[in-house]
């Protein structure tokens, strides 16, 4: 069974651009949930999905949002970039089952803004 | 606020021992506390996730305690390998609706070294 994919890997833009990241979660997986990492801050919760609806968000500007299609991928999408912006974006798809969950992360897209 | 503070900050060890990682939380209410290892330039990875009943837990050599009433856990690293050599992050998720996540906060993680 594939992990979870995200594209693209490496992405660099420019201040005020803005950014689509996707991600593919494991078949299956219907919540897929998004983090933001860098070293200042560490890991930080962006949002989750599941069933194409946002079930929680962290606290993140609304220039951070996201969704979900009936097949599970979901987007990321920040728009006005800032410098700070610059990161790594991981994706974690999740399944329950007998009462356990059981969380599975991409590889991340690593963000630069320049 | 919530908080999760872990330590130590970093740790360094001899291939062989034993090591404990400590995480402190004021997350309220409680829900969850989830450990993960994350290996440089990778994703976390899931060690274990307890809930407020549960008071320890254990995958392979990794075993982690919880205990609520003094909101302190411990990840427990038996016979290091080499490829323990990582970032262990302790998460605490807060109730919110009945769902796993509800708001998660995140220790700045702990990164140990072990050496051969």
């Known amino acids: 069974k594939a992990g979870v994919t995200q594209t693209p890997r490496y992405l660099i833009k420019t201040r005020g651009q803005q950014v689509t990241l996707s991600c593919s979660p494991i078949s299956g997986h219907r919540s897929v949930s998004w983090y933001q990492q860098t070293p200042g801050q560490g890991l930080q919760f962006l949002f989750e999905y599941f069933s194409e609806t946002q079930r929680n968000k962290g606290n993140f500007p609304g220039r951070f949002s996201g969704r979900q299609f009936s097949n599970s991928r979901s987007e990321m999408n920040v728009s006005t970039l800032e410098l700070g912006d610059s990161a790594l974006y991981l994706c974690?798809?999740?399944?329950?089952?007998?009462?356990?969950?059981?969380?599975?992360f991409g590889p991340g897209t690593r963000l630069l803004v320049l | 606020k919530n908080q999760v503070e872990q330590s130590p900050q970093s740790l360094i060890i001899l291939e062989g021992k034993n090591c404990t990682l400590q995480?402190?939380?004021?997350?309220?209410?409680?829900?969850?506390l989830r450990w993960y290892k994350q290996d440089t330039g990778r994703g976390p990875v899931s060690l274990t996730i307890?809930?407020?009943?549960?008071n320890t837990k254990s995958n392979g050599r990794y075993t982690a305690t919880l205990d609520a009433d003094t909101k302190q856990s411990s990840l427990h690293i038996t016979a290091s390998q080499l490829s323990d050599s990582a970032s262990y992050i302790c998460?605490?998720?807060?109730?919110?609706?009945?769902?796993?996540?509800?708001?998660?906060?995140f220790g700045q993680g702990t990164i140990l070294t072990v050496h051969p």
């Open positions: 307890m809930t407020f009943s549960e």
């Open positions: 995480c402190n939380y004021t997350v309220s209410p409680f829900s969850n």
């Open positions: 998460v605490v998720s807060a109730q919110a609706g009945g769902t796993s996540y509800g708001k998660l906060t």
């Open positions: 974690a798809s999740s399944l329950w089952a007998s009462g356990q969950e059981t969380q599975y």
